[in-house]
């Protein structure tokens, strides 16, 4: 039933027993009002006492018949909000609609993303998801790889192409930005000083390593590249005291012998590709001690965009240093063998290539246990070698072969039971 003014003259003054029921229904009449105009609102009020703050609320759709509603009279001893009351329900209306336009768009814009069908499936198919970030991963990760050391082989200039590769990452890391594919977040201060030596150990290991793939197989760089959790427990030891579970150390004994038998058999070997991706591995290890500390102030994708950025400060002087007086002519060479147009493309490739598989590879972690993610992380080194000897029709004897596998198996083992040791006693898996 709706309320209605009565249509002979009020008198001024009621009884206390009348007037209560009055404000009753003034106050009803004002609640219904909210409720009508502003679900979410008395939802998320209802929800934030239940400590359920962002369930989505349900859409509620009520019959407005407003224009029916005569102001209430006013009588003598009313209050404020009893007058607030006897104002048209239309206009009281209208103004807590206003009142509440944010937090009604707030909840389109909810419902709008979980009506995402890509959203739908992923939060339907939490495994969907973590199949497609690994599946992009690898791929990212395998084209870096075939097409860095299809550039080597017709230009061998690797402490320059370091710099394009973190360039690269300058460029997309400012594109993902400006569009709000990633947020931004600016650093402070104490970020800034911490992540210099984290820089410089990404700097010169990553192109350390590009100079081994320069030298080397890259089947071969990577199998050595299994051997970089031996620097890294030895280095958390010595850095932060962290002692592992015996297990863990004891698989780190495949690795070694792996590589051992790899490095005496490997057709490509030389000891300049053995030990710059040997000396990589030290550097990569501390990179991942020190960068610990960078993880808790922004998201880690962002962690990896400032390192790169500053990473690529450091690796520009080498290339004065190494390369410079025979740049020129090495890069004429190279447009001239296989045509300027794809040389430049090329390395405009590798370059995005690396960045994306390495942002892929932040994301993955996020969303994987460390376990799983070390795990894929030895997948991945299986896909790169093989894909490799495919692509390039590297002779790799059957020594070599088996010591791989078995620097693999190693890795693998070594990353399942660290990632366990972390679950049992909270020590960090990486």
């Given at each position: 039933p709706l309320l209605r003014a009565p249509d002979h003259p009020t008198p001024t003054s009621l009884s206390p027993r009348i007037l209560q029921k009055v404000k009753m229904a003034s106050f009803a009449v004002q609640r219904s009002a909210v409720q009508v105009r502003s679900p979410c609102v008395m939802r998320s009020a209802a929800t934030a006492r239940k400590g359920m703050v962002g369930l989505p609320a349900r859409k509620v759709v009520v019959a407005s018949r407003t224009s029916t509603f005569a102001p209430l009279p006013a009588f003598k001893g009313m209050s404020s909000k009893v007058a607030l009351a006897s104002t048209p329900l239309k206009a009281r209306m209208s103004t807590v609609s206003k009142k509440n336009a944010r937090m009604s768009v707030t909840c389109q814009a909810a419902e709008g993303e979980s009506s995402n069908p890509v959203t739908a499936l992923f939060k339907k198919y939490p495994a969907a998801e973590?199949?497609?970030?690994?599946g992009v991963w690898y791929f990212l990760n395998v084209k870096f790889n075939i097409l860095n050391k299809q550039v080597y082989n017709y230009f061998p200039f690797p402490w320059f192409v370091s710099v394009i590769h973190l360039a690269a990452g300058l460029v997309i890391a400012s594109v993902f930005w400006a569009t709000k594919l990633v947020k931004f977040e600016a650093p402070d201060e104490k970020f800034l000083k911490a992540v210099v030596l984290v820089a410089l150990c990404h700097a010169v290991g990553h192109s350390l390593t590009n100079v081994s793939f320069a030298s080397v197989a890259v089947s071969f760089t990577h199998t050595i590249k299994t051997l970089e959790p031996?620097?890294?427990?030895?280095g958390s030891y010595l850095v932060n005291g962290q002692v592992y579970s015996l297990p863990v150390y004891m698989s780190l004994l495949p690795i070694m012998a792996g590589v051992m038998i790899c490095s005496a058999t490997e057709l490509?070997?030389?000891?300049?590709?053995?030990?710059?991706a040997m000396a990589s591995n030290v550097l990569f290890a501390a990179r991942a001690i020190f960068s610990k500390k960078l993880m808790g102030n922004m998201n880690p994708v962002n962690v990896y965009n400032y390192v790169s950025m500053i990473a690529l400060l450091f690796c520009i002087p080498p290339v004065f240093i190494f390369e410079w007086s025979t740049l020129g002519a090495?890069?004429?060479a190279a447009a001239a063998k296989v045509g300027a147009s794809k040389f430049y493309w090329d390395l405009w490739n590798v370059g995005m290539y690396y960045h994306l598989y390495n942002q892929v590879a932040y994301q993955a972690l996020g969303k994987v246990e460390p376990v799983t993610h070390a795990v894929g992380n030895?997948?991945?080194?299986?896909?790169?070698i093989g894909f490799s000897i495919i692509a390039f029709g590297n002779k790799i004897s059957t020594q070599s072969i088996v010591g791989s596998l078995i620097a693999i198996a190693g890795a693998g083992l070594y990353g399942y039971l660290k990632g366990l040791d972390a679950q049992k006693t909270g020590a960090p898996a990486h």
């Open positions: 973590t199949i497609m970030y690994f031996v620097f890294s427990s030895i490509s070997f030389t000891w300049l590709g053995f030990s710059c090495g890069m004429t030895v997948g991945k080194r299986i896909f790169v």
